[in-house]
């Protein structure tokens, strides 16, 4: 089954790469993919959200060349999060099929801790909103919309894949497929492109292949090529998969998802237990190593500036290079821009005493505890309007944004949607002999996978309609496999490959 929406996605991903210069064959690909979302309307509840999920992971979201790449800049993609009409943008053009849906979906009964987020969200952030301004600034039409995509994208996302599953339980193993099948095949034609050279340019001379928000999904498919070579047997597929994995996520230069990795890899060993462990941390210095070496092989210049920016997470950045207006310190010279933004969020949410509720929607900070470099307006991490009025609406790290928009009490219920579905399957799947005979074993892969992949989820796809979505199905996939394995002796698993 997995193979079947790996073929499929290929068709997908490819349509949905077509630039905008490439004339015919660009409209072609752009009035399929349009057909394939208009068809999602009109067709069966089941079909229309597994091709809506093929169709969300297949086209990437960001598409940029960057500074120093020879090649056009900015261009744009036919994959429907790069569909426009006029200033609509295209994460709400998918928010329209996703809300079209909810009229076919069932009637279900949500987990207390999703009622508590709804309940949240549709009071306290709109209140603080309306009290701290957020709702009434220079650009509360752009960064209140902005704000209120993070509950209504994954929430959403969420009920309506608990409502397939509650359908007919053998969903789960069949969205887990086209989850891993389409994902699989994005990344394949990103390690195509990181052969021929093309993308966005992380040092002259050097592709770092993707900035697509949901490209964080390779560390799930390292946790599953190991997966399939210990529980399937299949050595040289997983063998394929984990290497070639390792060597895009070292490639997407992206130290944040590094330490999800690592962190991920930390959680799985735990529910492993020790003895399992040896195996698969043995298993992953051996196939880390032979990435490497493959990497140095063929992109020796790539190895260079990778292991540069490596060493920047434990000793930081050069200060000339990147000062961030104070006396540098560890902490700041590793990460200047996340250090500024965490300084004066911590301050302008205290001059406000919005310690508890954030500032809601459209809330926002300042620099005056600690000014930001201009190198950032030409680094584009802020929008050019938050420059000219002071006011920054949004970081680059999930604690600081839950914190800003919601304050303590949304740093409790808001990562609590990842944690206790996460943490109900860590402890019935921890030190448990759940690759036994008879046992759905491929599922019970997956879903492993999809515990230690939590981290990454929660951390890197947060701030993306098509990450947003994404992780509604990690979500709710989580909660009904807790619910099948509780009544395991009542509900036959569909094992499928």
């Known amino acids: 089954m997995i193979f079947r929406f790996f073929v499929y996605g290929i068709v997908i991903v490819i349509l949905s790469d077509i630039p905008n210069n490439f ?14 979302m208009l068809s999602i309307c009109i067709l069966p509840f089941r079909t229309a959200l597994i091709l809506l999920l093929m169709l969300a992971i297949a086209g990437k979201d960001i598409v ?12 744009s993609t036919s994959s429907i999060w790069q569909m426009r009409l006029g200033p609509i943008r295209p994460s709400w053009f998918v928010f329209t099929v996703i809300l079209c849906q909810f009229f076919k979906a069932r009637k279900i009964t949500l987990p207390p801790f999703i009622n508590r987020a709804i309940l949240w969200f549709a009071t306290v952030p709109v209140i603080t909103g309306l009290i701290y301004g957020g709702f009434f600034g220079d650009y509360a039409s752009i960064e209140v919309v902005r704000d209120l995509k993070f ?15 509650r359908t007919d339980p053998r969903n789960l193993t069949l969205v887990l497929s086209v989850f891993v099948g389409v994902l699989l095949a994005r990344h394949f034609i990103d390690l195509l492109y990181f052969v021929a050279n093309f993308g966005p340019a992380i040092a002259e001379g050097v592709n770092r292949v993707s900035e697509d928000s949901a490209k964080g999904g390779v560390v799930f498919l390292i946790f599953f ?9 299949r050595v040289l597929l997983g063998s394929a998969i984990t290497i070639l994995s390792i060597l895009l996520l070292a490639t997407y230069g992206t130290r944040m998802l590094w330490l999800t990795f690592l962190l991920g890899g930390i959680v799985l060993l735990s529910i492993l237990g020790i003895r399992r462990s040896v195996f698969f941390v043995s298993m992953m210095g051996l ?45 700041s010279r590793i990460d200047p821009v996340r250090f500024a933004e965490g300084l004066n969020i911590i301050d302008s949410v205290k001059r406000r005493n ?12 300042d620099d005056i505890a600690l000014k930001f470099p201009l190198i950032l307006i030409k680094a584009s991490a802020f929008p050019d309007y938050s420059f000219e009025t002071g006011k920054f609406y949004s970081a680059h790290f999930f604690p600081l944004v839950i914190y800003l928009k919601y304050g303590l ?3 409790v219920l808001i990562p609590a949607l990842w944690i206790i579905p996460g943490s109900n399957i860590f402890r019935k799947l921890r030190n448990r002999n759940i690759f036994s005979k008879g046992k759905p074993m491929l599922l019970n892969g997956m879903m492993l996978c999809m515990v230690a992949f939590l981290v990454t989820a929660m951390f890197q ?11 509604g199905m990690i979500i709710a996939s989580c909660v009904e496999f807790t619910k099948q394995y509780q009544n395991l002796h009542k509900i036959k698993v569909l094992e499928n490959d």
């Open 23 to 36: 004339g015919i064959a660009y409209y072609g690909a752009y009035a399929i993919i349009g057909f394939l």
């Open 64 to 75: 940029s060349f960057g500074d120093l790449a020879d090649a056009q800049l900015l261009y």
């Open 151 to 165: 509950p209504l994208m994954l929430l959403m996302s969420t009920i309506l894949f608990l409502s397939l599953y």
């Open 225 to 233: 090529g190991v997966i399939l070579i210990w529980v399937r047997k």
């Open 287 to 331: 196939l880390t190593t032979v990435s490497i070496w493959t990497l140095f092989i063929t992109k020796p210049e790539s190895l260079e500036v990778i292991t540069a920016r490596s060493i920047t997470i434990t000793q930081g950045r050069d200060v000339s290079k990147f000062d961030v207006g104070v006396n540098p310190n560890i902490i």
């Open 354 to 365: 919005a310690y508890m509720w954030g500032m809601g929607y459209g809330g926002f900070y």
């Open 409 to 411: 009490l949304g740093l």
């Open 461 to 471: 796809l947060y701030w993306s309609g098509k990450g947003l979505f994404i992780n």
